[in-house]
T-cell receptor, first 111, second 113 residues
Framework: GEDVEQSLFLSVREGDSSVINCTYTDSSSTYLYWYKQEPGAGLQLLTYIFSNMDMKQDQRLTVLLNKKDKHLSLRIADTQTGDSAIYFCAESQGGADGLTFGKGTHLIIQP | DSGVTQTPKHLITATGQRVTLRCSPRSGDLSVYWYQQSLDQGLQFLIQYYNGEERAKGNILERFSAQQFPDLHSELNLSSLELGDSALYFC????????????FGPGTRLTVT
């Protein structure tokens, strides 16, 4: 079945780049997403990438997709304390399916 | 603010009871999705409705049901509640089916005692 894996924690210093990794198993995944969840809040869509793309950049965010290895990463440049949150990787095949989420990566910012 | 509203914010109830969670999608969105977030299972897709019709089912228990009304708001009904049903329930909406961004509401936290 479908599975999305992420490491549970990532700790970085303020000002450094954060790289959050994700692997997925379903080769028919068409769309891949990154969501952010702050404490006590819902999920905020950060960015997404189609499976026919290798890279997408949006301000401080860079998404890299290695379709052969089924590996997705999210790079946050110049990490700030406001970036502290749980980051979820998710995939879908489009159509009528809901999203399949990883367990989330807690990003911890050290001063 | 995503534009998706959910009520109530918190709900505390006893085992065996039945509750109804409500969701209003963003203006103009036709699809509504329900997700459950728990510590052990993570975020799981439960069910999707599109323009009043059930569109897709995920890991939804038989004790749970949902519907989408003509005004496009949706309700998730949870019955014969068990301790393990304690979780955050999120509603999301999107403009249609296929690739459309899903916008999530703030969630309803259900505690079953």
């Amino acid at each position: 079945g479908e599975d999305v894996e992420q490491s549970l924690f990532l700790s970085v210093r303020e000002g450094d780049s954060s790289v959050i990794n994700c692997t997925y198993t379903d080769s028919s995944s068409t769309y891949l997403y990154w969501y952010k969840q702050e404490p006590g809040a819902g999920l905020q869509l950060l960015t997404y990438i189609f499976s026919n793309m290798d890279m997408k950049q949006d301000q401080r965010l860079t998404v890299l997709l290695n379709k052969k290895d089924k590996h997705l990463s999210l790079r946050i440049a110049d990490t700030q304390t406001g970036d502290s949150a749980i980051y979820f990787c998710a995939e879908s095949q489009g159509g009528a399916d809901g999203l399949t989420f990883g367990k989330g990566t807690h990003l911890i910012i050290q001063p | 603010d995503s534009g998706v509203t959910q009520t109530p914010k918190h709900l505390i109830t006893a085992t065996g009871q039945r509750v109804t969670l409500r969701c209003s999608p963003r203006s103009g969105d036709l699809s509504v999705y329900w997700y459950q977030q728990s510590l052990d299972q993570g975020l799981q897709f439960l069910i999707q409705y599109y323009n009043g019709e059930e569109r897709a089912k995920g890991n939804i228990l038989e004790r749970f049901s949902a519907q989408q009304f003509p005004d496009l708001h949706s309700e998730l009904n949870l019955s014969s509640l068990e301790l393990g049903d304690s979780a955050l329930y999120f509603c999301a909406s999107s403009a249609g089916t296929g690739f459309y961004e899903q916008y999530f509401g703030p969630g309803t936290r259900l505690t079953v005692t």
